[in-house]
């Protein structure tokens, strides 16, 4: 069973900070999941990655499989970023997608 | 919008009674998950099922849960007797294809509340 771990849980940063959110997990998978979820409201997909790194934006998400860890960074973060991001694993004998915990993120204007 | 469709967004049930949550795929999926998140929790994995089929329901509770994907119609998730626990955001997700490498699609979510 793959035990997803997510840091930090809490994170306030002042608008145009740069943001990271680590995320590390405990056996060999076929994917890593970004997601963003807004209070009270449904789940986003920010990127699926399994090697390397991926841009949209602002965001980056970076994966290091032989140290079963991955980053999501934001550049010149704003309010509007404030959300949970989750971090989700697929594979490692499971069909269903494993999540960590999420980290909260407030950012203050 | 051919997004992933959940109903009700909202539902609101009395102990003892039974929940019905639906979901319709974005178009053109026939793989769909059913996850749950537990206030202050992270998401957990309930059953996977693919048309007519049920793949995996490892996380789905032994008893008074269901789900079933039919060949028409929407996916549902069954729940009965409802109690306090059951309260909960349940939501779905589909993709195109089979294989744990394939990005899935998240609906809103169906937010249950029991009395």
């Known amino acids: 069973k793959n035990e997803v771990e997510q840091s930090p849980q809490n994170l306030t940063a002042q608008e145009g900070e740069f943001i990271t959110i680590n995320c590390s997990y405990s056996?060999?998978?076929?994917?890593l999941h970004w997601l963003q979820q807004h209070p009270g409201g449904g789940i986003v997909s920010l990127f699926m990655?399994?090697?390397g790194k991926k841009k949209h934006g602002r965001l980056i998400a970076t994966i290091n499989i032989q140290e079963k860890h991955s980053s999501l960074h934001i550049t010149a973060s704003h309010p509007r970023d404030s959300a949970v991001y989750i971090c989700?694993?697929?594979?490692?004998?499971?069909?269903?997608?494993?999540f960590g915990k999420g980290t909260h993120l407030i950012i203050q204007p | 919008n051919a997004g992933v469709m959940q109903n009700p967004r909202h539902l609101v049930r009395r102990r003892g009674q039974e929940a019905r949550l639906r979901c319709s795929p974005m178009k053109g999926h026939s793989h769909v998950y059913w996850y749950r998140q537990l206030p202050e929790e992270g998401l957990k994995f309930m059953v996977y099922?693919?048309?007519?089929?049920?793949?995996?329901e490892s996380g789905m509770p032994k008893e008074r849960f269901s789900a079933e994907f039919p060949k028409e119609g929407p996916s549902i998730l069954r729940i009965q007797q409802v109690v306090r626990g059951d309260s909960a955001a349940y939501f779905c997700?589909?993709?195109?294809?089979?294989?744990?490498?394939?990005?899935?699609?998240f609906g809103d979510g169906t937010r249950l509340s029991i009395l």
């Open positions: 056996v060999g998978i076929s994917a």
């Open positions: 099922l693919q048309k007519e089929n049920i793949i995996d």
């Open positions: 990655l399994s090697s």
């Open positions: 989700a694993v697929s594979g490692g004998g499971a069909d269903g997608l494993t």
């Open positions: 997700a589909s993709s195109a294809r089979t294989g744990r490498d394939q990005p899935q699609h």
